[in-house]
T-cell receptor, first 117, second 114 residues
């Protein structure tokens, strides 16, 4: 199998605080992980590509100092939303690319719902 | 830049009937992959089917099949014998052969009427 987990599944925080979301590949190694943001009734928007042992590559318009990404191991990537504000409230989804297979398929986590009060 | 367009925000079908979801894309590349993902109310993204651009044969996965028209840059998904569990958001996605990231369409919400 290829299972990706996210923790927490939902989080509520106060404005100005920081929140960390974890993404883990449970039964495979992932040199590359992706972080998406999804607003209600909208599509997934890629925020950044996370490569193990190197700096993340952010998409245009995504503040790298706001959304800190760390990919410290082949099975874990973290997204930290710093100084969160209500406009950061969203559904955050990670995916992990399974290396060494023909299609380099991405497997998705179940998502994390962030609510900033 | 590549773009993916799903022109049907919502679709509905009677249970056991067949429904087709549309997707078009724009690219100048010859090496790429196309995907259909399902996102049920749980929000878990599930891969439904994939198609390699170099393959002329349309991909099929049980009740799911695609109509891949490369010249027209069209990639529609046909769901046969629709079931209540098929109700979900469906996203069409594109990936360049040499790239890693996926480009998603806007999504189509599919409702199954019992």
């Amino acid at each position: 199998g290829a299972v990706v987990s996210q923790h927490p599944s939902w989080v509520i925080c106060k404005s100005g605080t920081s929140v960390k979301i974890e993404c883990r590949s449970l039964d495979f190694q992932a040199t590359t992980m992706f972080w998406y943001r999804q607003f209600p009734k909208q599509s997934l928007m890629l925020m950044a590509t996370s490569n193990e042992g190197s700096k993340a590559t952010y998409e245009q318009g995504v503040e790298k100092d706001k959304f800190l990404i760390n990919h410290a191991s082949l099975t874990l990537s973290t997204l930290t939303v710093t100084s969160a504000h209500p406009e950061d409230s969203s559904f955050y989804i990670c995916s992990a690319r399974k290396s060494g297979v023909t299609y380099n398929e991405q497997f998705f986590g179940p998502g994390t719902r962030l609510t900033v009060l | 830049a590549q773009t993916v367009t799903q022109s049907q925000p919502e679709m509905s079908v009677q249970e056991a009937e067949t429904v087709t979801l549309s997707c078009t894309y724009d690219t100048s590349e010859s090496d790429y992959y196309l995907f259909w993902y399902k996102q049920p109310p749980s929000r878990q993204m599930i891969l439904v089917i994939r198609q390699e651009a170099y393959k002329q044969q349309n991909a099929t996965e049980n009740r799911f099949s695609v109509n891949f028209q490369k010249a027209a840059k069209s990639f529609s998904l046909k769901i046969s014998d629709s079931q209540l569990g098929d109700a979900a958001m469906y996203f069409c996605a594109y990936r360049s052969g040499g790239a890693q990231k996926l480009v998603f369409g806007q999504g189509t919400r599919l409702t199954i009427n019992p």
